[in-house]
């Protein structure tokens, strides 16, 4: 999914500027740039037709190139209030055919009627309608599912400290507050800080233990007296991994839908704003592993997590 592409002016018209429908072929327009790298998109073309003799209006002609050969893509938009029927196919057609594009798309907001999905699927016209966050009247109630797959380990960790004689003790480094240098952490901050250093690892079947010197860092385990600490010995072991699955609304997008397959086509999604609703648990619902690893059906957002049990979940590898 990309980027949006910094399209300005179509934010910039007012609805008394533009003629009935222009507002709703720029958004198809910045749809379409935000889609394609390469192609050339110009909006309210006009084409030489070659059985009218004549200039038709397209309202926006894609060309792109394959092997040398420029392919031509035609746009045509209705903002109506109403599905078109089979008739608006038909005209739609001759236009194609009077061009000699070798693609049609028709787009109509309020979607199509039947026998125009049926007579534009044997035409091979693809029939979408455009929407939008930033206008109610091209709205969708989008959803993008987000599947998760979480690793679970549990963790333990313990603390040297030097005695006197020379000696060291260990002991479970919980239930204290601890210092690098002057800056006090609680116990979770402590280990984030420390785990982050060089270290010794060591793995035994599905236990990993990590033994870090340290240096400059001290706790008050005993009687809140600051002792400095010699080392951290670190281990977490895997337990399981369970597959979870979300749907999230977006407040900001745009999109394409097709009412021949029913795909829809993200050009601009806001995941700024999803990335808080990841985070929120409630949202979550366990599915099977089969599930997660078939999960190819429409675009969506497949990431992966580790939870621990003094760190709690957090999240990598995010995939948009």
Not at 61 to 89: C, F, G, M, T
Not at 138 to 158: C, G, H
Request: glycine share 6%; charged share 30%; with cysteine.
């Amino acid at each position: 999914m990309r980027k949006a592409y910094k399209y300005c002016y179509f934010y910039k018209l007012k609805r008394y500027q533009l003629k009935k429908g222009k507002e709703y072929e720029l958004l198809i327009e910045q749809i379409y740039r935000e889609l394609g790298d390469s192609t050339i998109i110009k909006q309210d073309d006009h084409v030489w037709g070659e059985e009218t003799n004549s200039f038709r209006q397209i309202d926006l002609s894609i060309r792109y190139n394959v092997s040398d050969i420029e392919l031509l893509v035609i746009v045509q938009a209705k903002d109506w209030k109403h599905p078109a029927d089979i008739k608006v196919v038909g005209e739609f057609k001759s236009v194609i055919d009077d061009v000699k594009a070798q693609k049609g798309i028709l787009i109509c907001r309020s979607g199509f009627t039947k026998k125009a999905i049926e007579y534009a699927k044997k035409l091979r016209i693809d029939l979408l309608s455009a929407h939008t966050s930033i206008n109610d009247d091209w709205s969708y109630k989008l959803s993008i599912p987000v599947i998760n797959k979480k690793q679970i380990f549990a963790t333990t960790s313990d603390i040297v400290l030097p005695c006197a004689g020379g000696e060291n003790i260990t002991v479970n480094s919980k239930g204290a507050v601890y210092k690098i240098g002057e800056k006090i952490y609680d116990y979770g901050g402590f280990l984030s800080e420390s785990i982050g250093g060089t270290g010794n690892l060591v793995k035994s079947g599905k236990e990993i233990k990590i033994r870090i010197p340290l240096q400059n860092c001290s706790s008050n385990l005993f009687n809140n007296e600051w002792r400095d600490m010699v080392e951290l010995n670190f281990s977490y072991t895997y337990l399981k991994t369970i597959y979870l699955k979300s749907d999230l609304k977006p407040e900001e997008y745009r999109i394409l839908k097709s009412h021949t397959s029913e795909k829809v086509t993200h050009s601009f999604v806001n995941f700024d704003k999803l990335m808080p609703l990841i985070k929120e648990k409630e949202k979550w619902r366990r599915i099977d592993k089969s599930e997660y690893e078939n999960f190819s059906n429409k675009t969506h957002i497949r990431m992966n997590s580790i939870e621990m049990d003094y760190f709690g979940t957090f999240n990598f590898e995010f995939f948009k």
